[in-house]
């Protein structure tokens, strides 16, 4: 539960802005998705593996949304989905997971982890953003 | 013949063998050069994100452990985190006594599992098999203490793929290490065996498993071993490898054909240096049969290891290896210039025994003899001191192009000290070290030829390097 | 006693072995220290470079009104290619043509086709890699060379940049060279495939049945994966039908998946050899009938531990009765290694 250590965002109170959370190692494709939603307005955190991932998780207030990519070093799409489905503060928070295998069986272990959405690599830039602001209701400038 | 004429005859000879021993290994160091470019070529690929496409062959890695409960959960967390698209885990539990089995049955939640094991390869006996609930790919064998080579063997009996890794319990790979590793065995069925670059992992940030920053040991006494390792690898493997004549891969990282391993009657539980005397049966037991294959050393694939840095520590593993060395070069001694031995006959078992093997007695008995002879006035001091520069002089041209190869290769050292510390390195290793070792590699052929049983030297584990984990 | 002129050639031999290899051994380091500066200095480049490029690629891909480009170095070619193709690989759909629009801006083709025949292979992969993206149908020809180039990595991104240049000709030239280049493994291979049209590879496949030896099949094999289910029953049905090397008649039947074929299946799940029997038993599992659990028991009892697993999983895959049924059935039959095997199988699955 929130400590005294850090303001305390009321969970009913909406985010001042719109914010995003980006976790992905390839800094190609980080650096894209990251440009990608700060011009569309959103506060965006990019982290580059699953360790700092879970660390902002414990930590920080929720964002918006969150879009993870599955292979990340540390702890993996799916472990960092887990935790934020565990966290009291982040649970509702919508995930998509980027992912280069879209198996059934790969789409089904992501749902179960508790992903929202899962996102074929390589990926549409404008399916994703629509996707964020569809499940996280509409966000964004 | 005069005692002065032996004496200096003497003095040719050893001048001779160590010209000869430098002018062997720097042929190998000419084939290493020669070969690195093409080398860097074959990963020129690698710039560009990995596709997997579904069709590569899945591997079983094999980890043996015995005494490891201060490391196996972080090693095995690590190896679960590396990137192949399939895969499965086989670790030994080799009748540890310490908490070894309760470690890995707390972190993974190992539940007993009815496998229909299957002996190919005749091991002591299996207690018990788990399978990690979370991690259906995690499987744990517990046997009877049997050794190394039997912990291996019972592995490779449960392995279900075609291709299996075997890897240190404490061996630290990268995320793209097996995927590298297995290159050379996906399109050529002939490459039976791979093996990968060893580097010193005690210098390195260790973070959760992984190597996360390279830097150079902090006491000489590991940066002396950074150098031999250099020089062990990028011109020792990287020279025998072309000629299909290499004949070590190292049982910290190699990968090896399941079917080939079993049908080569698995590793041999008689020996302590079970990872050569396996590879150099293979060699024998294929040229013998002029059997078409192919045992390759591919530079590119990373593991870290911890080296000893204590005395005691690297004595024993130095004594181990030498007895290795002697018995898997005995047991197949058939291969040494048979009219079929090929490369591995005729060149790399005669260069192993002839400067590896009996290696320390020449060099140990021509310094013995040199200052002998001086003392007692039958030899000028400037002979003797002309032998010592002749000798560190080729010794540190040696290293020094390994430390060349390294930095066409790995390139990891970037500041001027990183290098400056190798070279003060390589002179103290010719000013004492090599002697020492020189010394307990001589104990070990004494011990070998009494046939004293061996006992494998406790390794002391110090968990610090690991990093802490959070 | 002292020293004896004889001995004098030796201190001198030595010596000048000693010397001369310090000599040596100092000209390497200073070799070692130069290759490291070019290297630091050459890294700092490409830095700078990301650092003032990255923003404009990314804009490009997004679709963004295009800013004025800084001019492009020669040094900085290579540099450019990577970033351009990262970024193209990472994404789909509309950024493709706004990224071509920025190589074209750039010259990218050019710099491409200049860059072929460059030192470094890393180059020469990129620029193979850009023509394939960005190339026109005219460089068909130029990258169709590379095809047999020694490298297997540049061979292969030529193949890739082929299927897309032109996806039918691009079968047409690879499919000799499947056979041929045996330094290329079918999972790389399918890496390019995946581009190529199916249906070319299923019809050439299908066409060189007949022809190919049993070897050259077997490395081919893998390939039929790729196929679309009809066009893949086709060339199993006729592998199964024909083939007498027992790892083809194997390799064939892991692909067997129409009911269709179940008769061939029967057959050879009582082949002599076991990896025929392990790979039916496996078949029957996909697409056996339950008037087939009779004889997925009898291969429970298998001497071959393969087929006694294969046949377990099958029975286990659910067609052939429930988990119950089969626990129940494990109890009861009398062969050891079959109620061990069934065991096995069940808990596996237990999840």
Redesign the interface.
């Known amino acids: 539960m929130p400590g005294g250590r850090r303001t305390v965002v009321p969970m009913t109170a909406p985010p001042p802005s719109p914010s995003i959370l980006v976790v992905e190692d390839?800094p190609?494709?980080a650096?894209?998705v990251g440009?990608?939603f700060r011009?569309e307005g959103f506060a965006t955190t990019v982290l580059r593996d699953g360790?700092a991932a879970l660390a902002h998780v414990a930590r920080e207030a929720p964002a918006s949304a969150a879009i993870l990519d599955v292979?990340l070093?540390?702890a993996?799409g799916l472990a960092v989905t887990q935790a934020i489905r565990a966290d009291a503060r982040w649970a509702g928070v919508p995930v998509v997971v980027l992912s280069?295998r879209t198996a059934p069986v790969d789409q089904e272990r992501a749902r179960q982890a508790g992903a929202s959405e899962v996102m074929a690599?390589?990926?549409?830039?404008?399916?994703l953003l629509a996707a964020v602001r569809r499940l996280s209701g509409g966000g964004g400038a | 013949m005069s005692v002065h004429a032996a004496l200096e005859a003497a003095q040719w000879f050893f001048l001779g063998y160590v010209v000869l021993l430098h002018l062997a290994y720097f042929a190998l160091d000419a084939i290493a050069l020669h070969v690195i470019g093409r080398e860097v070529e074959a990963t020129a690929g690698n710039v560009l994100?990995t596709?997997?496409s579904g069709l590569e062959p899945p591997i079983t890695l094999l980890v043996p452990a015995y005494n490891e409960e201060a490391t196996i959960a972080a090693s095995l967390w690590s190896l679960l985190?590396l990137?192949y698209p399939s895969f499965e885990i086989v670790v030994v539990n080799d009748g540890s006594r310490d908490r070894t089995l309760q470690v890995l049955v707390e972190e993974f939640g190992l539940e007993p599992f009815p496998e229909a094991y299957r002996i190919s390869i005749p091991t002591r006996p299996v207690r018990a098999i788990y399978r990690a609930a979370r991690f259906p790919t995690l499987r744990v064998i517990d046997k009877e203490n049997g050794g190394k080579a039997d912990a291996l063997n019972a592995a490779t009996n449960a392995a279900r793929c075609p291709l299996v890794c075997v890897v240190d319990a404490d061996s630290v790979l990268q995320?793209d290490s097996l995927q590298r590793i297995v290159r050379p065995l996906l399109g050529d069925p002939t490459v039976v065996a791979a093996g990968g670059t060893i580097r010193l992992a005690n210098g390195c940030r260790v973070s959760?498993g992984?190597v996360e920053k390279v830097d150079l040991p902090k006491s000489w006494l590991a940066r002396i071993q950074e150098v031999e390792y250099l020089r062990a690898f990028l011109f020792g493997r990287l020279g025998w490898s072309p000629m299909n004549a290499l004949l070590i891969i190292s049982g910290a990282f190699g990968v090896f054909r399941k079917q080939a391993l079993v049908e080569a009657g698995g590793y041999r539980t008689a020996t302590i240096g079970e990872d050569m005397e396996l590879v150099v049966r293979l060699h024998r037991q294929h040229r013998l049969a002029r059997r078409p294959y192919r045992i390759v050393y591919v530079p590119d694939p990373l593991c870290w290891t911890e080296a000893p840095e204590s005395l005691t520590v690297l004595r024993s593993q130095r004594i181990r290896w030498q007895r290795g060395l002697l018995e898997s070069l005995a047991a197949n001694r058939q291969l040494l210039f048979h009219r079929r031995g090929g490369a591995p006959g005729w060149l790399a078992f005669p260069v192993m025994l002839l400067f590896e093997a009996i290696g320390p007695v020449v060099e140990l008995s021509g310094w013995v003899l040199s200052v002998l002879a001086v003392l007692l006035g039958g030899l000028a001091w400037q002979a003797v001191a002309a032998l010592l520069v002749a000798a560190l002089g080729l010794s540190l041209l040696l290293s020094v192009s390994a430390l060349l190869l390294e930095e066409m290769s790995f390139h990891f050292y970037e500041r001027p000290r990183q290098s400056l510390a190798l070279l003060g390195a390589i002179a103290l290793e010719n000013l004492g070290y090599r002697q020492l070792t020189a010394w307990w590699r001589l104990l070990a052929i004494l011990q070998w030829a009494s046939r004293r049983k061996a006992r494998w030297g406790t390794m002391q584990r110090s968990a610090a390097w690991q990093g802490k984990k959070? | 006693m002292g020293t004896v002129p004889a001995s004098e050639l030796m201190v001198q031999v030595a010596l000048a072995i000693g010397l001369a290899s310090l000599v040596l051994a100092g000209g390497m380091v200073l070799r070692i220290l130069a290759m490291r500066r070019r290297r630091l200095r050459r890294q700092a480049r490409v830095d700078r470079f990301l650092e003032v490029w990255?923003?404009r690629v990314?804009?490009a891909?997004?679709g963004e009104p295009p800013q004025a480009l800084p001019p492009l170095a020669a040094e900085d070619d290579v540099t450019f290619l990577l970033?351009w193709n990262?970024?193209q690989?990472?994404?789909?759909?509309?950024?493709r043509a706004g990224l071509n629009k920025l190589a074209r801006t750039v010259g990218a083709r050019i710099i491409a086709l200049r860059r072929l025949d460059d030192a470094d292979p890393t180059a020469r992969l990129l620029s193979l890699r850009t023509l394939g993206h960005f190339g026109q149908v005219e460089d068909f020809e130029r990258v169709a060379g590379y095809l047999d180039d020694r490298s297997p990595p540049i061979a292969l991104a030529a193949a890739r940049a082929l299927a897309r240049l032109d996806p039918r000709r691009a079968a047409d030239a690879l499919w000799p060279r499947l056979l041929s280049r045996r330094d290329w493994s079918m999972a790389q291979v399918a890496t390019t495939f995946q581009e190529v049209e199916a249906a070319r590879i299923g019809e050439a496949l299908l066409q060189a049945l007949p022809t190919l030896s049993p070897p050259d099949l077997q490395r081919l094999l893998p390939l039929v994966s790729l196929l679309d289910d009809a066009r893949a029953d086709v060339v199993v049905a006729t592998l199964l039908a024909t083939a007498q090397d027992p790892d083809n008649l194997a390799g064939a039947l892991r692909h067997a998946r129409s009911p269709a074929l179940l008769d061939d299946v029967v057959r050879l799940a009582r082949h002599p050899e076991w990896p025929v029997r392990t790979q039916a038993a496996a078949a029957l599992g996909r697409l056996g009938d339950p008037s087939n659990r009779r004889l997925l028991i009898e291969l429970l009892s298998d001497p071959q531990w393969w087929v006694r697993y294969r046949a377990a999983q099958a029975l286990a895959a659910g067609r052939f009765g429930s988990r119950e049924a089969l626990g129940a059935l494990s109890e009861v039959l009398p062969d050891r290694f079959a109620r061990d095997m069934l065991a096995h199988v069940l808990a596996e699955g237990a999840r």
């Open positions: 390839d190609t494709i650096g894209l440009m990608l011009k360790r292979m070093p540390y993996d280069a690599k390589p990926f549409h830039p404008q399916q | 994100p596709a997997f985190q990137e995320r959760e992984f959070e | 990255r923003p990314y804009e891909a997004l970033l990262q970024v690989e990472g994404l789909r759909g509309p950024p």
